[in-house]
């Protein structure tokens, strides 16, 4: 929230910079501060690591497309309530982004996600769960041991034991706040999703390193992303 008494000799710029409009967004704060070659830089390097995405996500023919179940925040593992986002919701753009099918088609709401029980997942039976979350990951996330330990306790579920996903060990957590509603206005976030939908296909693209360019380059941050927990578990 903005109040305009506390600065009033500050002109007020605002824009709403979200997963449909980042490149335009990023454009005008170039003309704003006069760094208009520095603003083409980034969206270029996005329009490329969109690309490189795109080009072997249209290689999967739709019967191979991976079921994904995006769960909003970390559900308690001590019961058996779930949530998930609307189909329109950018979470499930970045799952369709990285080659997968989102299993809620029917949810169309205007808030961010409804409650849904186990059976909800049961009948639908992703082949992939992704945890979002703002606990246990993150830039000051170093240990995994806790990451770790929520999953395997997931896994253990017993309402979700016949689900693809927890049948093969395919679960999976990642920071919500730097990759889903960050991270490049969630392109990082669908690499990640891309190396674990598609392990592979994706075997010869290196998300950390392609993460850690974002970090130094563009966010000018001196933070080695290799020692961070941000996407759990990785792919090779």
Known sequence: ????????????????????????ATMRYGYIFG??????????????????????????PESKRVSVYVC??????????YSTPSKKHHYCQEVRNA???????????????????????????PQVILLSTNQMVGYDAHDSKEVAEYINTFLQKPELATVDAVKNKRVYMISHA????????????????????????????????IHQEY???FQHLDIDVNKCIMAYPLTA
């Open 1 to 24: 929230y903005y109040d305009p008494t506390k600065t009033p000799d500050f002109p007020t710029i605002a824009l709403d910079v979200n997963i449909t409009n980042p490149k335009e």
């Open 99 to 125: 080659g997968g099918i989102p299993i809620n088609d029917e949810i169309d709401i205007k808030g961010i996600s409804v409650d849904v029980d186990a059976e909800w997942i049961v009948s639908r039976n």
């Open 178 to 209: 730097f990759l889903k509603c960050g991270g490049a206005s969630g392109l990082l976030c669908s690499l990640y999703y891309a190396k674990w939908l598609y392990p592979d296909l994706f075997a010869d693209t290196d998300a950390q390193a």
């Open 72 to 81: 909003v925040g970390l559900p308690d593992v001590s019961t058996s309530k």
């Open 215 to 217: 970090v130094s380059k």
């Open 35 to 60: 760094e208009v070659s520095k603003a083409e830089e980034y969206v270029s390097w996005m329009n490329d690591q969109e690309k490189k995405i795109s080009e072997k996500v249209e290689s999967i």
